[in-house]
């Protein structure tokens, strides 16, 4: 087949953010991997996917528009969940620093849960406008929401072919319950370039492929971050919810600018436990300062200080890895 030389391949990104969060926190926390996606590495991805479905040379494929879509809790709420603004504001700075322009709507609660309301169509009527106007060669969808067949259809009449980068998994959460992410085989069916990034990753032919691996954001060996302004509100709740069977005492009273040392006794799925008697203490990874929670192991010596969670109940914050 002779190539494609008909000049430049332009190319639109659309990223279902939370669906991208999903399955970034699936790579960082439950598969061996543990690592993130990489965004620029992604979009190199891209580019070599589309030039290879497209059967043109790689540099006259080119993204000349991305675009991430999330709801956002508000800066209040973020501040009463440890580092939440800190880490808000250090993956604005990656997606600004790879072009990609940020739409967020507000996360509102309904009936007691808080849920994302408007976003898939505010992305769907985006990504058909910017196609109209910028005349896209290929779409790129980040999603596996059956939901978006509706665009793929309408972007198909405007003679935009679609690619959808989209991962199946399943893993067990804390509870022991099975978690599964499953692409809608309806949209699979309608984009012009289906791509099974899980089957992708795990092809044991290129697992050692440059080009998957800068798919993963490279390991560091230690992530310096500011010291939250306190330890409420995290989305996990310890006690017997999480399976660990302790107990908590909240009628002893801790200074909270003392800082302690004890060892770790436990590492869950982004959080742990402290040994701290007379009850173990709940840290959450956000309460980490100057390492990754993927470095952690068990019975390594921390420093901490103690703070009470939302409920009253004492956890650990401002942790730290004593070095030996």
Known sequence: MMPNQTGLTRIGVFYDGNYFLHVSNYYNYSHERRSRISISGLHEFIR??????????VRLCQIV???????????????????????????????????????????????????EKGIDVW?????????????????????????YVPLVRKLNTLGTRVMVLSWDFEYYNDE??????????????????????????????????????????????????????NGNGYDYEPGNSLGNGLTYDSDIVYDPNERKISTIRSLKTGYGFINFPPNNLFFHHTSLL??????????DQVEFRIDKNAEGKDIAIDVRLIEE
């Open 176 to 229: 022991g319950e099975k978690v599964v992410t499953r692409t809608s085989q309806d949209l699979i069916g309608e984009v012009s370039y289906p791509v099974p990034m899980h089957d992708v990753i795990e092809n044991r032919l290129r697992k050692n492929d440059a080009l998957i691996q800068n798919l993963f954001v490279k390991q560091q060996t230690r992530v310096l971050v500011p010291t939250p302004v």
């Open 48 to 57: 070599q996917q589309v030039a290879a479905e497209e059967n043109t040379d």
């Open 65 to 115: 528009d991305a675009h991430y879509f999330r709801g956002r809790l508000s800066a209040h709420e973020a501040n009463q969940r440890g580092n939440q603004l800190f880490y808000d504001r250090l993956f604005d700075d990656i997606l600004m620093s790879e072009g990609v322009v940020t739409h967020y709507l507000p996360v509102k609660t309904y009936q007691g849960y808080r849920q």
């Open 290 to 299: 100057d390492v990754d929670f993927n470095e952690l192991q068990i019975d």
């Open 123 to 147: 992305m769907a009527l985006e990504a058909y406008e910017l196609a109209l106007y910028k005349k896209f060669s290929v779409l790129v969808l980040i999603t596996s929401d059956g939901d």
